[in-house]
């Protein structure tokens, strides 16, 4: 009896321990990664903006080729819907909505995700000529995770920031071949 009561306040100690934790972590996060590429800034936004696009250099739109997408509306257009459903659970279901296009330099999305959990994040993607012949690409995405799931956001800003940063160099490669 006493190893079993022992082992229930050590149960209830990781609990109260991790709710403690989740409580002073942010509820948002913020995650950005940027990339130099070799061509003129109007043919990289011309590429970018359209989200069929990313199935040649999003990670993670490659990692289940076999994904069912839609595409709902014009793309590279307000109100353009890409959506995708995977049974791989890094894939998931969710779809992207283009939400404002600024000029030949932004675009502004939200990503609703379904599973493997129900987030939405705000995304963005940014041109700046660096020169004539060299474009600045930069990618962020804000989001926000309710108590106690905040917790999470220990490790996914790492792990998004990381496969962006992949995302964006296959960007690079396709666009300067």
């Not at 199935?55 to 289940?64: L, P, R, T, V």
């Not at 493997?116 to 995770?145: C, H, I, L, Y």
């Amino acid at each position: 009896m006493n190893i079993l009561l022992t082992i229930l306040i050590i149960i209830a100690a990781l609990v109260v321990l991790f709710l403690i934790v989740a409580a002073l972590i942010k509820k948002e996060y913020t995650v950005q990664q940027e990339v130099i590429i070799d061509k003129n800034s109007r043919d990289v936004f011309d590429y970018i903006k359209l989200l069929k696009n990313q199935k040649n250099f999003n990670k993670w739109a490659m990692m289940d080729p076999d994904a069912k997408m839609d595409y709902i509306g014009t793309d590279g257009t307000v109100g353009f819907i890409y959506t995708w459903d995977s049974e791989n659970k890094n894939v998931g279901k969710g779809e992207q909505e283009i939400k404002s296009i600024s000029g030949n330099a932004r675009i502004d999305s939200v990503v609703r995700f379904e599973r493997p959990f129900k987030n939405v994040a705000d995304v963005f993607m940014e041109t700046r000529a660096v020169s004539e012949k060299q474009t600045s690409v930069q990618w962020a995405m804000n989001g926000k995770n309710p108590y106690p799931m905040n917790i999470m956001n220990l490790i996914i800003p790492g792990m998004l920031s990381k496969d962006m940063g992949t995302s964006l160099n296959n960007l690079k490669n396709i666009l300067e071949s």
